[in-house]
């Protein structure tokens, strides 16, 4: 039988299967290709690693962000904490130097005490004491040292309501119609308000003042005594005061639209960047006269008013720019002669040297306070603002390094009389200061020949 290959089912299969096999994966392989093209979402068990292909970065990516936000508040964390322990290193310095210069004061004070025979007599009088039985109030007052009883007593609230409705100026709260807030500070906040039709500031004292400060009503009854014995031009004029703390602890004043540090710097905190045009020479100079004179007039009473807390924050202006010396609630009296022993009593950075030491100090403390800001009017900087050092750190360097502020660049010589006041004023030894007295003339005399010059 004659057979042929080609009639053989078998063989013409396996002679054709690689053929078809070729032709049927190239067919495929267009198939695949065209549903690729056709069909760009993945289908079947596959469908949706396309889509972890292209969010899988993108999740990626938000976490980075999130990781970098917050290692960017950790950052923040790590130098606000760096900076706290940097204050306290050296408030820690600046205090044990404190405690070393009043163990020296206190020696000082002994060995004083010593040679005027004053130890022998508080000893002699602690061995009377022991060997009597009488009670130390019969204890007879030649056998002891008198202590001076201090010039001025501070009056207690009681005697300053009364003094208040005989001169007319106690105020009920219910007169004072309270407006919008205008500022605030630590202890209170000032209103505008109107009282008996007239426009007014109200310093309203919070009541937490008064819980937490044992001395408040002191504090309060000083600062509205103190004002309602002024009567000058460029002192604050007190209208009235409600005298019932701690809810209407209240000092009414002439309402006066700026202070000198807006003026000067514009509102905000401090800054590099000048936030307002710089006044004029001629402005800033009188600006400084009548601080002057207002401050000659307060050192010049009887007894002598001292300030202790001058800054341009307290020192306001009316529409005529002109100025009015505020918030005497660390003022104190002193006779002459006298010295005070309070430490730390204003603000570092117009604090004087021997404020800061905690050593007795009198008037000139006021003088050297003058000097920074004379000089922060004429550079029209705020002190010390060239560095980076905290209040602490200024005040240290204030006493040990004889730090001071950046005077102003005078290369024509226009301000040598000027500066030269400034540095006597900031002298690190107080009775180098001059009086406000020589400062006003000065200064006038400076005004008057500026004012003539063409």
Same mark, same amino acid.
């Given at each position: 039988?004659?057979?042929?290959?080609?009639?053989? *089912?078998?063989?013409?299969?396996? +002679?054709?299967?690689?053929?078809?096999?070729?032709?049927?994966?190239?067919?495929?392989?267009? /198939?695949?290709?065209?549903?690729?093209?056709?069909?760009?979402?993945?289908?079947?068990?596959?469908?949706?690693?396309?889509?972890?292909?292209?969010?899988?970065?993108?999740?990626?990516?938000?976490?980075? #962000?999130?990781?970098?936000?917050?290692?960017?508040? +950790?950052?923040?964390?790590?130098?606000?904490?760096?900076?706290?322990?940097?204050?306290?290193?050296?408030?820690?310095?600046?205090?044990?130097?404190?405690?070393?210069?009043?163990?020296?004061?206190?020696?000082?004070?002994?060995?004083?005490?010593?040679?005027?025979?004053?130890?022998?007599?508080?000893? #002699?009088?602690?061995?009377?004491?022991? #060997?009597?039985?009488?009670?130390?109030?019969?204890?007879?007052?030649?056998?002891? *040292?008198?202590?001076?009883?201090?010039? /001025?007593?501070?009056?207690?609230?009681?005697?300053?309501?009364?003094?208040?409705?005989?001169?007319?100026? /106690?105020?009920?709260?219910?007169?004072? #119609?309270?407006?919008?807030?205008?500022?605030?500070?630590?202890?209170?906040?000032?209103?505008?308000?109107?009282?008996?039709?007239?426009?007014?500031?109200?310093?309203?004292?919070?009541?937490?003042?008064?819980?937490?400060?044992?001395?408040?009503?002191?504090?309060?009854?000083?600062?509205?005594?103190?004002?309602?014995?002024?009567?000058?031009?460029?002192?604050?004029?007190?209208?009235?005061?409600?005298?019932? *703390?701690?809810? /209407?602890?209240?000092?009414?004043?002439?309402?006066?639209?700026?202070?000198?540090?807006?003026?000067?710097?514009?509102?905000?905190?401090?800054?590099?960047?000048?936030?307002?045009?710089?006044?004029?020479?001629?402005?800033?100079?009188?600006?400084?006269?009548?601080?002057?004179?207002?401050?000659?007039? +307060?050192?010049?009473?009887?007894?002598?008013?001292?300030?202790?807390?001058?800054?341009?924050?307290?020192?306001?202006?009316?529409?005529?720019?002109?100025?009015?010396?505020?918030?005497?609630?660390?003022?104190?009296?002193?006779?002459?002669?006298?010295?005070?022993?309070?430490?730390e009593t204003g603000t570092y950075v117009y604090m004087a040297p021997e404020v800061i030491r905690c050593e007795p100090y009198n008037e000139k403390c006021d003088i050297y306070s003058f000097g920074v800001i004379l000089n922060e009017?004429?550079?029209?900087?705020?002190?010390?603002?060239?560095?980076?050092?905290? *209040?602490?750190?200024?005040?240290?360097?204030?006493?040990?390094?004889?730090l001071r502020p950046t005077v102003p660049e005078d290369t024509g010589g226009e301000l040598e009389e000027l500066v030269q006041v400034i540095r006597l004023c900031w002298d690190g030894n107080p009775t180098m200061r001059p009086s406000?007295?020589?400062?006003?003339?000065?200064?006038?005399?400076?005004?008057?020949?500026?004012?003539?010059?063409?």
């Amino acid at each position: 039988m004659n057979t042929s290959f080609g009639d053989s *089912p078998q063989i013409m299969q396996s +002679l054709a299967s690689p053929r078809l096999s070729r032709q049927s994966s190239k067919a495929s392989s267009k /198939h695949k290709q065209l549903s690729e093209a056709s069909s760009p979402v993945p289908s079947g068990c596959c469908r949706g690693f396309g889509n972890v292909k292209t969010t899988g970065p993108t999740m990626s990516a938000m976490q980075y #962000q999130l990781q970098l936000q917050d290692s960017k508040r +950790l950052e923040g964390k790590v130098a606000d904490l760096e900076k706290e322990v940097q204050r306290q290193k050296e408030l820690r310095v600046m205090y044990r130097k404190r405690m070393e210069r009043t163990q020296d004061y206190l020696r000082y004070c002994l060995q004083i005490a010593q040679e005027n025979g004053i130890l022998d007599l508080i000893t #002699q009088s602690k061995g009377d004491l022991q #060997q009597s039985p009488l009670s130390v109030h019969t204890v007879n007052s030649a056998a002891s *040292p008198q202590i001076p009883s201090p010039i /001025h007593r501070h009056p207690d609230l009681a005697a300053i309501i009364e003094q208040a409705k005989i001169q007319g100026w /106690h105020i009920d709260p219910t007169e004072v #119609q309270l407006e919008e807030k205008i500022g605030q500070g630590s202890t209170a906040e000032i209103y505008r308000a109107t009282w008996r039709g007239y426009d007014v500031a109200v310093k309203c004292l919070s009541a937490d003042f008064f819980r937490t400060n044992a001395n408040g009503v002191v504090f309060f009854a000083q600062e509205v005594e103190t004002l309602s014995r002024q009567r000058h031009r460029f002192v604050l004029q007190l209208m009235g005061a409600c005298l019932e *703390p701690p809810h /209407h602890a209240w000092v009414v004043t002439e309402h006066v639209s700026t202070n000198l540090k807006d003026w000067l710097h514009g509102a905000g905190k401090r800054s590099r960047v000048r936030q307002v045009p710089l006044p004029s020479l001629k402005d800033r100079v009188m600006r400084a006269l009548e601080i002057g004179q207002a401050m000659q007039y +307060l050192h010049e009473q009887k007894p002598k008013i001292i300030h202790r807390d001058l800054k341009p924050s307290n020192i306001f202006l009316d529409d005529a720019l002109h100025v009015r010396i505020a918030d005497f609630g660390h003022a104190r009296f002193l006779a002459d002669h006298e010295m005070a022993l309070t430490g730390e009593t204003g603000t570092y950075v117009y604090m004087a040297p021997e404020v800061i030491r905690c050593e007795p100090y009198n008037e000139k403390c006021d003088i050297y306070s003058f000097g920074v800001i004379l000089n922060e009017l004429l550079t029209g900087n705020y002190p010390y603002i060239e560095t980076d050092y905290s *209040p602490t750190k200024i005040a240290a360097e204030v006493v040990e390094g004889n730090l001071r502020p950046t005077v102003p660049e005078d290369t024509g010589g226009e301000l040598e009389e000027l500066v030269q006041v400034i540095r006597l004023c900031w002298d690190g030894n107080p009775t180098m200061r001059p009086s406000f007295a020589s400062i006003t003339n000065t200064l006038k005399a400076y005004i008057k020949r500026a004012s003539s010059s063409p």
